[in-house]
């Protein structure tokens, strides 16, 4: 049922983290910048991205199996 991924999923792993951390740190850069670091909502703001990003490379197998299938 499941083919090998032609990349190793561990580096699709680590791709996916090294993506949300820099949309996190594309997010807190105005923060910073501008002094507003105590406004910043972590939870709200670079949270979402994070999870977005790392949700992506546990779909990598399945999308894989669906395109190599049809």
């Known amino acids: 049922m499941f083919k090998r991924l032609p990349v190793p999923f561990i ?15 594309k997010t807190v850069i105005p923060y910073l910048y501008w002094g507003e670091l105590e406004e910043f909502v972590w939870h709200r703001s ?14 990598v197998p ?4 669906v395109s190599s299938r049809y």
Do not use: K
């Open 11 to 25: 580096f699709i792993l680590a791709a996916g983290f090294v993506l949300g951390s820099l949309m996190v740190l």
């Open 46 to 59: 670079a949270l979402p991205h994070f999870i977005n990003y790392m949700f992506w490379p546990f779909l």
């Open 62 to 65: 399945w999308i894989y199996v």
